[in-house]
DNA sequence: TGTTAGCACTCAGGGGCGTCGAGTGCTAAC
DNA sequence: GTTAGCACTCGACGCCCCTGAGTGCTAACA
């Protein structure tokens, strides 16, 4: 492929991308300065179809890109966009005036990435069970319940409220946090061993107690890795899209959106995988074939904490997409240690 | 009005709600067992056009309900649908499936009842700063940090990280923790007087640490009754609706909705007014002067916890959303008891 | 006097049709 | 290899007409 073909079918992405419209020869010709006539573009546009690169709905309606041109373009015809310096404070000042809580920063995350591009955001949380029990703390409630305190060397907190078994007394409760602590020290939380449960057991005699002491543990547990850990935004944003211009074609998407399991199975899909772009045909679940994902892992020091993705139509404004997540990837990290994460 | 126009009225607006189309006289004849000819109905319903009862489009179309006539309906017409044994039951279990945490209480009940009218729904939590403080208790999480967790008497648990001074231990915190139990015990969070701060600060020699202890205090506050409080549901389900069948209804009222403080404002006009229809041009705001809203006010031992409500075009099912939010009304107290709200 | 049948009238929605404009593909000339 | 020219295609738009649902009015009926 000549350098002129490349120019053009660059000019036919980044011209689709701005209107949606199908792209003509002409609109090229006045548009961007290839110094050749319509009628080469034409001749062009038709060797770039033959070659799969672009495509028509029929005669007489202009190209649009395939989801090979469009990676061709993704490539290596695309500018990468750099977030401006006032991009960068926006951000962080979204941060620092709605996030209070390591709890928010995921929610807020799938909030400003769907604003900034118009389309839905999906934020995977790390999960609560990868990270390491740090330690179990009782707090007294009144004299029939105290509040459980779960805290991971992640920084998760996790409180619960748990019901004392009768003739339990509150130091009974401390005692069994500290049998737990002992026993429990360093191990992530969705692989404790059966040796530590049989040390908690033989350490805690009273049957009441043990059982509510496990209950204590599973119920910190199957909080947050179910489904709370995925986060979405810009349901409503997508609306400002031409492609969804009929409610029909909304719905479905939306229909899409609902089921967590398969959004979170296609986002891990992409873990650990740094930056990358699905585009259309290429990825796997059919209903998202006219849509394009581009997923980043985020990190901190060093170790993989989830994934953030941007879902739109192939029809995306991929350098914007690249370079903000690009920029979250290292920015989260900031956030989340600012907000009480350990370092 | 003679009870024959009660009747046309009742089966024009029984049968716009369920088509989503004018209603004409011969439709009506044909569906409700009136024993007159369309001809009857139709005069029937242009004296009830008159009353303001009904409307027209134009000449030629079948009838609608105005406000008025909702109106009408709604306080005497409507026979109040009950919600059978399945129905709640199938309540019963969605709570217990998806609510773990009291937190967690508000955001599905918007699901639920959004799910089940397929309207908006709004839930208005429970102020924490209205209840009263009960105990602050810390943590330690590392040498310079320590985490703060603070309950109240309706049993919210909030917990914050705190960085300690430097120089400050952890027995300083514990210290500061009694000093500010005994100063605030009773306070409810919104009206905590001078005079408490007054003696946490003369208890408190250290300048650092009654900083920090201030920090603690505000923090805990400013979070919940911030943007966190109103829950919101449904928004994907009204594109179910005929009335949004176009996408710029929907973006209108989509944008309405992310006015918080507005819709704040509608639900907290209604607080304490017991099960209550707004319908139409009833509406003071004029954005949903073509919608109804229903709220009601739920309780827990005589004490008003908040506002639950759905929000739909005034074709809606009055009767089923009232019967919902009625049973909502004494079944979220139930809710909320069993998960560890104070009895 | 209330009810009904009949009839003229109205209006939205849908199909058919011609026009316009954007765009292509092909060919011949440069 | 590039370009101008030209025939052709097709969607969008506006127009017209028809149809069907519905009304309002009037006159006849019980």
Known sequence: MDERKQRVLQAVVQDYIESAEPVGSR????????GVSPATIRNEMADLEMLGY?????????????????????DGLMQPTRLTDEEKTQIDRWYRARVKRIEEVFQETARLIS?????????????????????????PLDD?????????????????????????????????????NDCLAGCTLDAIPKAAYRKIRSEIS????????LDVISRALDDREGRNRLYLGGTREILSQPEFRDVERVKEILLMLEEEELLKEIL???????????????????????????????HLDGELLGTIAV???????????MSLLGYMNEHLSDVVRRLGWQG
């Open 268 to 298: 891990s899909a992409h873990l650990g995988d740094g930056l990358r772009v699905t585009i259309g045909q290429e990825n796997d679940y059919k209903g998202i074939q006219d849509c394009s994902i581009v997923t980043a892992t985020y």
């Open 311 to 321: 879902l739109g139509p192939t029809r995306m404004e991929y350098g914007k997409a």
């Open 54 to 74: 672009l495509e028509h709905i029929h005669t007489s309606s202009g190209r649009i890109p395939s989801s090979k041109g469009y990676r061709f373009y993704v």
């Open 115 to 139: 604003h900034v591009t118009k389309n839905v955001a999906l934020v995977l949380a790390p999960q609560m069970t990868k990270s390491a029990f740090r330690c179990l703390q009782f707090l």
């Open 206 to 213: 009273d049957e009441e107690l043990y059982e509510a002491a």
């Open 144 to 180: 029939r319940r105290s509040v459980a305190v779960l805290m991971t060397d992640a920084g998760f907190i996790e409180n619960r409220i748990v019901a004392m078994p009768s003739g339990a007394s509150f130091e009974d409760f401390q005692r069994m946090a500290r049998v737990i």
């Open 27 to 34: 609109t090229i010709a006045r548009r961007h300065d290839l």
